[in-house]
């Protein structure tokens, strides 16, 4: 009986000696680059996808798929990892599942979120610790995003950075920051990113960066769109669910901190502020969309482990969260789409500030430092101690709207404004054209005070300037293109073409040839049209006078002087200054292609 026993004891003993000895092998062989590196280097474009293209061959549930290439010829890859093999977006969708994205190396030299996601695939279909995080979640992982960028390699690419050994670089090989060309789609990548959305529109997106700014103790930083640029009713779900959650979140041990943008770097105790990004970034984006959007920060003077482990529980901790609420965030997302083709005729949110006053607390756990004068800058030399303070510090974090715009029922674009109607509908944006001429009562703007940027930014010279609104009547020719403001994207759309938007396609330069004058008069000609219109036309007289006494650049030019009559003559060209996109605000039945 003992004997038989202790037989027993030792089967069970070899079994699950066995049990380790198989899962000590199978760890070893699906150790990642990064681990595989005592967590100090990061695998290049071709050990990243090789390792991908391994998972897929060893199971069922993950597929590697291209979206798109990159300027320099590599392709832009999605891995989807599903129990239900939803591997293309519509069967997905059949699926009772959220559908998460999380987006890395959009900036490549920030780069912990690709590795903590390697290991988490990994995780799940592999050593299948974490294979329950599939149950009711679809999910889909972008390794790296600005690829090109995560090829040029180097130690030096982020000075604030401690680790990983080396890392690509910020922008795409064009010198493009992808995470500024949400709204305006210059980059081959964004237009692969923007397809590659709309088609499979996640129900929830993470954007995996490495912050700058301030030391302090917290590894894990986050941003989340949580203010009216995000509709309701998922700005309620993000702030009365998901928000608690983050919130109580540790990583490493330490408290997860909302992105920490102090209001005065020499002074933390002066508090934290945060505010409404345009949505030419990311998360605003994809909260335009409809979706809620986690931006994860990882502090950058933190070790690269540190921060790989801290993204890697921050996406399993939103994962649970998402196993658990799937039912609730789905409801709410086909919800806020469904109210958002409803917005004809009301105001919508385009700017926003943040209020100047505090409205919470955050308990900072900072390193005390010490401010100095420097005589090589002249200014402040901060010095972090590396001491560990904590303090209650206020928040900055309320925000209010600065600019509403009356939603109208159809923006009409002269179809000559292609590349518009092009970017437009690569948002997912359902664009109709007119089939027949019509004439229309609309609104439209005109532009004052156009001065353009000098120096490019993100490879354009934007331009700002004063609108007037004016209604005109006018004949609309068949062709024209027509966005109804019936449909879920409306608000990309009047970001996109509303002049006043933070983004607006007309700034970014789109329309940069309507601000041309493109005919002269010759001095000769225009003098004896400029006395006569003196002599009929007393107001005009006044007008010219008025500004000959108060407008000294205007008194100095004889050619400004001069083209002041042709301005006012009828040989002037209406539309100069003159927006081409038409607000239509009432609804009319229009003629419109099928
Ligand atoms: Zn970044």
């Excluded at 408290?255 to 949505?279: F, T």
């Excluded at 759309?493 to 970014?508: M, N």
Aim: with cysteine; proline share 6%.
């Amino acid at each position: 009986m003992l004997i038989m026993k202790t037989g027993y004891y030792l089967i069970f003993l070899l079994m699950g000696f066995g049990e380790i000895l198989y899962s000590q092998k199978l760890m070893q062989n699906w150790l990642t680059f990064y681990e595989q590196s005592g967590y100090t280097k990061t695998p290049n474009y071709e050990q990243t996808m090789e390792f991908c293209k391994r998972l897929e061959i060893v199971s069922p549930f993950i597929k590697v798929k291209s979206f798109g290439k990159s300027p320099e010829g590599r392709d832009l890859y999605l891995v989807i990892a599903s129990k239900d093999k939803a591997f293309d977006a519509q069967r997905a969708h059949q699926k009772d599942k959220a559908i998460l994205l999380v987006q890395n190396g959009i900036h490549a030299g920030e780069i912990d979120g690709k590795d903590a996601c390697l290991k988490l695939l990994r995780d799940i279909v592999v050593t299948k610790e974490k294979e329950s995080l599939l149950d009711h979640v679809i999910l889909l992982v972008i390794p790296i995003y600005n690829v090109d960028g995560h090829e040029r390699i180097s130690k030096y690419n982020r000075i604030n950075q401690n680790g990983p050994e080396e890392m690509g670089w910020r922008v795409t090989s064009q010198n493009l920051n992808l995470n500024r060309d949400y709204i305006k789609a210059d980059a081959p990548e964004t237009h692969a990113w923007l397809k590659m959305f709309n088609e499979w529109l996640p129900d929830f997106f993470i954007d995996a960066h490495v912050t700058d700014g301030a030391d302090y103790q917290h590894n894990v930083t986050f941003g989340l769109e949580k203010h009216e640029n995000l509709a309701e009713p998922v700005r309620s779900w993000v702030n009365q669910k998901y928000l608690p959650m983050i919130s109580n979140l540790t990583t490493n041990g330490v408290p997860v901190a909302p992105y920490i943008s102090l209001r005065n770097h020499e002074d933390p105790m002066k508090g934290l502020q945060s505010g409404v990004a345009p949505p030419r970034l990311s998360t605003p984006y994809v909260a335009l969309q409809n979706r809620p959007a986690l931006l994860i920060e990882t502090h950058m003077m933190k070790d690269y482990k540190t921060r790989v482990e801290g993204t890697y529980q921050t996406i399993v901790s939103t994962l649970e969260f998402l196993n658990s609420e799937y039912k609730t965030l789905q409801q709410t997302v086909t919800e806020t789409d469904r109210i958002s083709m409803n917005r004809i005729g009301q105001k919508f949110p385009l700017r926003f500030e943040t209020v100047d006053a505090p409205n919470g607390i955050f308990h900072y756990l900072g390193f005390k430092q010490t401010n100095q004068k420097s005589d090589i800058s002249g200014g402040v030399w901060t010095t972090y101690t590396k001491e560990p303070f904590e303090a209650d510090i206020p928040v900055y974090d309320s925000v209010k709207v600065s600019k509403f715009i009356d939603v109208p029922y159809a923006y009409l674009i002269p179809r000559q404004w292609q590349e518009v109607i092009k970017r437009l509908s690569l948002h997912g944006i359902k664009i109709r054209e007119l089939s027949k001429p019509i004439e229309l009562d609309v609104e439209m703007y005109k532009f004052y005070n156009s001065k353009w940027q000098q120096n490019p930014y993100e490879s354009r010279h934007s331009v700002s300037y004063t609108t007037e609104k004016i209604s005109a009547k006018k004949m609309f020719p068949a062709g024209t293109a027509v966005v109804q403001l019936n449909q879920r994207t409306s608000g990309v759309a009047l970001f996109a073409l509303e002049p006043e938007s933070p983004d607006a396609f007309v700034s970014w330069g789109f329309f940069d040839a309507i601000f041309e004058q493109k005919e002269y008069s010759e001095d000769y000609v225009m003098e004896p049209i400029a006395r006569e219109m003196l002599e009929k036309d007393q107001n005009l007289k006044q007008e010219f006078e008025t500004k000959l006494n108060t407008d000294t650049t205007f008194a100095k030019s004889p050619s400004v002087r001069l083209n002041f009559f042709y301005q006012h003559s009828p040989w002037w060209d209406q539309n100069v200054n003159l927006y081409p996109v038409a607000r239509l605000i009432n609804p009319v039945q229009l003629p419109l292609k099928d």
